[in-house]
């Protein structure tokens, strides 16, 4: 035994190459070139060679080769001994390695506003984790600016969000949904016996609204649509999220913006109108760090046309 040099096992990654490893396996449990070569679907010579270069490289003798037989050495029988579990080891790696260039495997943080839940990204992240089932998803809803700094700070992959105008570098966007507004009224309020509400309806009317500090740039955008066709709402009370909202509308405190989406899950009291008058849209649109681009990422980003 003096002269086997054992090298120890988690060398063997940087010593044994995958392919001449199973070899040697298979030949190690037939004992017999020809047998071995069949079940490795080769034939005998390339295995010869690639038994002698296994040898050379680890510096010792496995196999004890006579005309009618082959035998292992005693560094051939640790080889099979502990080989196989490094031949697993390999095999996991290998796997674990193709499923992550795939985005099969890691992780997957997802951040969206509100709204985004009605306008499909259930059902998107529904099919994402049907296909990577091992991707381990996180899913948080913030307001717009805090998504923005989560995706600056690399701690979002993706975010659902409002966009206005261009995103600052290094965030890039795309569009994902959008849906028309709405005007959210209580059952009791005259303008609920309408068909359409007109912008210009809303003049001296009670307004629910969001806090500015909630999106300043769509905040500012009404606040300038309001001024530009002279209808000065009366806001009487600031909600932060849309169950707030509706649930103040039903209680009669007053109307509210809403995208058309919403009315699918109205509660009792409240009936939605179309408005019309120069209004914008609810647009909602898919942003990303471009510096960040993982398999887990793109194949997300690839169900959305």
Partial sequence: ????????????????????????????????????????????????????????????????????????????????????????????????????????????????????????????VRRYRQGAPEVAVELEELPGAALLDRLRERRLDVAFLRVLGALPSPIAHRPFACSKYQLAIPETHPLATRKRVKLRDLHDAPLLFFPRSVHPQIHDQWMETFRAAEVRPIFVQEARSLQTELALVAAGFGMALMAECVSQQSPSGVVFRPLSGGISTVDVHLAWHEEVGTPAIERFMALIP
Avoid at 16 to 32: G, M, P, S, T
Avoid at 89 to 106: F, N, P, V, Y
């Fill in 1 to 124: 035994m003096s002269n086997i040099i054992i090298k120890p096992i988690n060398t063997f990654h940087e010593t044994i190459d995958f392919r001449r490893l199973r070899c040697f396996l298979v030949l190690a449990d037939e004992l017999h070139f020809g047998r071995a070569a069949a079940r490795l679907h080769m034939t005998q010579p390339p295995l010869s060679v690639a038994m002698r270069s296994l040898e050379d490289e680890l510096g010792v003798v496995l196999l004890k080769r006579t005309t009618r037989s082959v035998r292992l050495t005693p560094a051939g029988e640790l080889l099979r001994e502990r080989g196989q579990a490094v031949l697993q080891d390999l095999e996991r790696t290998s796997h674990l390695l193709k499923q992550l260039g795939a985005g099969m495997t890691g992780s997957l943080a997802i951040g969206f506003i509100g709204i985004a839940t009605l306008l499909g990204v259930p059902e998107l």
